[in-house]
């Protein structure tokens, strides 16, 4: 079974902290994506990348950076958090891309995250 | 730019009975997926279904199957014979071409005994 495992299941910070949130793959995928889930919204993508080092902003990515140093890592950095990134976030994976059915994203139980 | 809607923001279901979650969808795109994903209480996402947009069949998967309605951008979820372990949120989910993922807002499923 695909696994994507999230370092922390909650985490409480203060306002203009610098913020890692740590997602970690073992199928090998590709794709690797962040999502901030809220109520009423859904969840909105704020940045995903296809390969090592390969980035590309989302529908929000206004606040956030990302890092992808290793294919199975992929970190969400805060750079100065602020009460409105209080959130859940989610991380997902999946394979390539394109339109085939092969590519489902599997996601990790995510970390909501409360800045104060 | 792709917009997906889930206009029921709660539902509930008796126990044995049968329910059905609405999603309509927005796209220009002709070749495209449809999912349906269950987030339980423990907050892990679990796909429940898939139909591809140039399969007229419906998708089904033992008790959940969708009414998939190209022309009317419509793709509702039926869930038989509801169990305790169905109450969740349910999200509606887009993908065109690329690997972006467009979610409906949801809709929490309660599930009475």
């Known amino acids: 079974d695909v696994k994507v495992t999230q370092s922390s299941r909650y985490l409480v910070k203060r306002t203009g902290e610098k913020v890692f949130l740590e997602c970690v793959q073992d199928m090998d995928h590709e794709n690797m994506f962040w999502y901030r889930q809220d109520p009423g919204l859904g969840l909105r993508l704020i940045y995903f990348?296809?390969?090592?080092?390969?980035?590309e902003k989302g529908d929000i990515p206004e606040g956030y950076s990302v890092s992808r140093e290793k294919k199975e890592r992929f970190s969400l950095i805060l750079e100065s958090a602020s009460t409105n990134q209080t959130s859940m976030y989610l991380c997902a994976s999946s394979l390539l891309s394109g339109i085939g059915g092969k590519n489902i994203q599997y996601f990790g139980a995510g970390t909501r995250l409360s800045v104060l | 730019a792709q917009t997906v809607t889930q206009s029921q923001p709660e539902m509930s279901v008796q126990e044995a009975e049968t329910v059905t979650l609405s999603c309509t969808y927005d796209t220009s795109e002709s070749d495209y997926y449809l999912f349906w994903y269950k987030q339980p209480p423990s907050r892990q996402m679990i796909l429940v279904i898939r139909q591809e947009a140039y399969k007229q069949q419906n998708a089904t998967e033992n008790r959940f199957s969708v009414n998939f309605q190209k022309a009317a951008k419509s793709f509702s979820l039926k869930i038989s014979d509801s169990q305790l372990g169905d109450a969740a949120m349910y999200f509606c989910a887009y993908r065109g071409y690329g690997n972006k993922l467009v979610f409906g807002a949801g809709t929490i499923l309660r599930v009475k005994s």
């Open positions: 990348s296809y390969d090592v080092k390969m980035k």
